[in-house]
């Protein structure tokens, strides 16, 4: 019931009004979905594994820092490719002879 509520919600209303100090982190979370998705499970089988460390606040703290620091590093290596991708022919050819 609360999931369809949401997604109603989200579909009924077109933007949503947010304070300017809130959409970084909105975006931050947005962005880095996929990444908290794929890094939570290693996260939390890691923490298993350490005496005194299988809090579940501590585990979902964790898992948010991992993702949104992997979805950092995964723009920032795809905007380093991407420039690197973008240079001209003559500077790549210099560079070659």
């Known amino acids: 019931g609360v999931f369809l509520a949401c997604g109603l ?4 209303t077109p933007r949503l009004r947010m304070p300017k100090w809130s959409s970084a982190a909105v ?3 947005a962005g880095a979905s996929l990444w908290i998705y794929l890094t939570h499970m290693i996260v939390r089988d890691g923490l298993r594994h350490i005496p005194g460390l299988g ?3 501590l585990g979902f703290v964790l898992a948010m820092a991992f993702g949104i620091g992997f979805w950092m590093l995964w723009r920032r290596g ?3 490719i991407a ?3 973008k240079r001209p022919a003559s500077v790549t050819a210099d560079a070659a002879a």
């Open 83 to 85: 420039q690197a991708l």
């Open 9 to 12: 919600l989200l579909v009924a």
């Open 55 to 57: 809090a579940p606040l």
């Open 78 to 80: 795809a905007a380093f």
């Open 27 to 29: 975006f931050a979370l």
